[in-house]
């Protein structure tokens, strides 16, 4: 039976865990690195010249990331 509580029993939902928690890290990682996000031309495009609501947008995307870190990486960890 499947259990939505414990997805760690299905081998591809494991390696699903592990590039999504890589790449939550590599989010983070950039915006150490202080990296501009507004500066993408995707970003330009959906925002036209509205670096604040860019920045806005980036901010909450880091949260999501920190999020699923701080919330997965103990069960993906101790699998």
Do not use: C
Not at 50 to 71: N, P, Q
């Amino acid at each position: 039976m499947f259990d939505i509580v414990n997805a760690n029993d299905l081998g591809s939902n494991q390696w699903l865990n592990i590039f999504l928690l890589i790449a939550a890290l590599f989010r983070v990682y950039l915006e150490i690195i202080k990296f501009d996000f507004a500066a993408l031309p995707l970003t330009r495009g959906m925002f036209q010249g509205d670096e604040d609501r860019a920045r806005k947008f980036h901010r909450s995307g880091l949260f999501l990331s920190l999020g699923y870190i701080v919330l997965s990486a103990p069960f993906t960890l101790f699998a």
